[in-house]
Structures are given as structure tokens and as C-alpha cells.
């Protein structure tokens, strides 16, 4: 047995939590197996199946990810699969995690709350596109830009510029 951690509001319990719920095993992207660097649970992992084409979610708490989830909204979305109306799609296993109870899925609310945001856009109604910063090609991919941070870097300029530039010109 693993040891797990007595104490349920410590963020090792919650660590512990969403490591045997395996949520980083679909949100967190991979490359012939090995985890995308910097993007945990950033989403965009694709998923094709007799469900269709579905992309996994940003789970970070930036504002492209789920930065605006309460608890409460988190633990309505784990229980029911319905995010504002919708019903996600049936690879995201809710019924799995239906039972759980509050303690542990506020254990791993609080353990998603503690990682890195990061900024990267998946939108699942969208067509799949080739992703720069994932390194998957999924909804909404190419809304995605390498260049991420530091927006002073004088270097970063000319790099964006010219992809806002051969944007254009694709879509003339
Ligand atoms: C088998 C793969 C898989 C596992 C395991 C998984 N997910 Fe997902 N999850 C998905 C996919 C795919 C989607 C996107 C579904 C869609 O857009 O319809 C998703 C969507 C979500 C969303 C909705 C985000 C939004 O607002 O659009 C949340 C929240 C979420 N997952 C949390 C979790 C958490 C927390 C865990 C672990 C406890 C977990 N997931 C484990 C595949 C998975």
C-alpha cells in the first residue's frame, strides 16, 4: 500500500489525491510518452475515438484554463459532467470520480489551484489545428503562440510579428 498522507488539508494529501485520480495522465500532454515540458495539466492531449475528437482540458488556474472554477463549480463539474450547460465528453471519466467524496475532491481542487498557470487555449468546438505549444494538434491549436511570456523580450517582437504577418496572408 502506498503511504498515504493522514492529514486531508494538507497539500500532500491533496498532491497524493490528484496523482491516484490520475488526472495528469490525460490533462498533462505527451510526446511519445514523455510529459511536454512545462505544460502539467495544461491540456490538449487529443483523443480520438468512437466519441469523436476531443481534446483534454487546461486544468491550470489561468484565465485559459480554469481559473474561474469555485470549489463548489469543481465539484458540480466532477460530479455531473455538465460545465455551464454542456455536457463534456464521456473520455473525461466523471463517472469514475463520481463517488469520491467532498474531502478528497476539495483535496484535489486545492492541489489544481497550487500549480503553475499556464496560458494555452483548447477549445473543443473548434476545428483541430497543429498546437506550437503543445505539441498536439487539437481545437483552437493554432491560437496557441510559442512565444508565451516576457513580453519585453525584444527578441519575442519580430517572432510574433511575423506569424501575425504569414496569419494574414494565409487567410488572404
Ligand atoms: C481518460 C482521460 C481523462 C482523465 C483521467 C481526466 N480527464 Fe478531465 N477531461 C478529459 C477530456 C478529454 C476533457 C475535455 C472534455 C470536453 O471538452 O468535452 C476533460 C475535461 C475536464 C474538465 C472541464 C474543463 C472545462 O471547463 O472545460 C475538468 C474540470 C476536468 N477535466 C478535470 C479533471 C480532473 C480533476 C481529473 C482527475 C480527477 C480529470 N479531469 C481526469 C479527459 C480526462
Redesign the pocket.
Known amino acids: 500500500m502506498p503511504d498515504i498522507p493522514s492529514d486531508p488539508n494538507s497539500p500532500k494529501y491533496a498532491a497524493h489525491m ?1 496523482k491516484i ?3 495528469a ?3 498533462t500532454p505527451t510526446v511519445q510518452v514523455e510529459e511536454v515540458k512545462g505544460m502539467g495539466l495544461a491540456g490538449g492531449q487529443p ?1 480520438r475515438g468512437p466519441w469523436g475528437n ?4 487546461n ?1 491550470t488556474p489561468d484565465d485559459t484554463g ?1 481559473r474561474t ?1 469555485t470549489e463548489d463549480f ?1 465539484l458540480l ?2 460530479r455531473t459532467g455538465v ?1 455551464n450547460g454542456q455536457h ?2 464521456p ?3 466523471v463517472l469514475a ?1 463520481q463517488n469520491l467524496n467532498d474531502t478528497d475532491l476539495k483535496a ?1 481542487y486545492s492541489y ?1 489551484r497550487s500549480v503553475p498557470a499556464v496560458q494555452h487555449r483548447v477549445d ?1 468546438s473548434l476545428t483541430p489545428t497543429d498546437c506550437k505549444v503543445c505539441k498536439q494538434r487539437h481545437g483552437g491549436g493554432d491560437k496557441n503562440s510559442a512565444v508565451k511570456k516576457n513580453w519585453t523580450n525584444r527578441n519575442a517582437w519580430p517572432v510574433l510579428l511575423f506569424s501575425q504577418i504569414s496569419t494574414v496572408l494565409r487567410c488572404g
Open positions: 490528484a485520480d490520475g488526472c495522465d490525460c490533462h483523443f476531443v481534446a483534454s482540458a486544468i480554469i472554477y469543481f463539474v466532477l460545465v463534456l465528453n473520455v473525461m471519466p470520480y484535489v489544481l473543443n
